[in-house]
T-cell receptor, first 108, second 111 residues
């Protein structure tokens, strides 16, 4: 079983749609959680950290459920510029483990 | 600030050759790391360093060496290249190991 699992997609959605990505992690001792974004053939960049209380950054909302070992990312009012691969990342003892990513394409 | 820089951008090696991938950062970050990214596998940690003179192994260290003589530089050495090391290599730095700043990557092909 992979340590961090994501649905690889691809998700193809029209502009303005709401889309949700899910991620599960296997190690209950994991300490912190993130979503990164990676554009095609580019380096990953931090999108947002994820907290149990939930956090929002504009159109993006992230949520962590420690009991279920589940992380989510919600994107509202999708833009063409949101097209990318979204990576779920888990930290334990200063080592990051990346999911293989979920590919999103927003269609005009 | 240049951020994290990596050289070369592209490299083709023959099996058995050795080479060093260079990584430098100008943000005075203590934490630096190397990842490889293969299709369908996500990024996997090769080696990391929490400061000058301190390095440790990640998930997939075999076939790679690192050293950290300065805060700025963290080179990755391939000792004897194998086709299984064909990948995209990313270097990253961080002030605290949490938010990682990635370099643009090196695309390596071993034939």
């Amino acid at each position: 079983r992979k340590e961090v699992e994501q649905d690889p997609g691809p998700f193809n959605v029209p502009e303005g749609a709401t889309v949700a990505f899910n991620c599960t992690y296997s190690n209950s001792a994991s300490q912190s959680f993130f979503w990164y974004r990676q554009d095609c053939r580019k380096e990953p960049k931090l999108l947002m950290s994820v907290y149990s209380s939930g956090n929002e950054d504009g159109r993006f909302t992230a949520q962590l459920n420690r009991a279920s070992q589940y992380i989510s990312l919600l994107i509202r009012d999708s833009k063409l510029s949101d097209s990318a691969t979204y990576l779920c990342v888990v930290n334990m003892w200063r080592q990051l483990t990346f999911g293989s990513g979920t590919q999103l394409t927003v269609l005009p | 600030n240049a951020g994290v820089t990596q050289t070369p951008k592209f490299q083709v090696l023959k099996t058995g050759q050795s080479m060093t991938l260079q990584c430098a950062q100008d943000m005075n970050h203590e934490y630096m790391s190397w990842y490889r990214q293969d299709p369908g596998m996500g990024l996997r940690l090769i080696h990391y360093s929490v400061g000058a003179g301190i390095t440790d192994q990640g998930e997939v260290p075999n076939g790679y060496n690192v050293s950290r003589s300065t805060t700025e530089d963290f080179p990755l050495r391939l000792l004897s290249a194998a086709p299984s090391q064909t990948s995209v290599y990313f270097c990253a730095s961080s002030p605290d190991s949490y938010e990682q700043y990635f370099g643009p990557g090196t695309r390596l092909t071993v034939t």
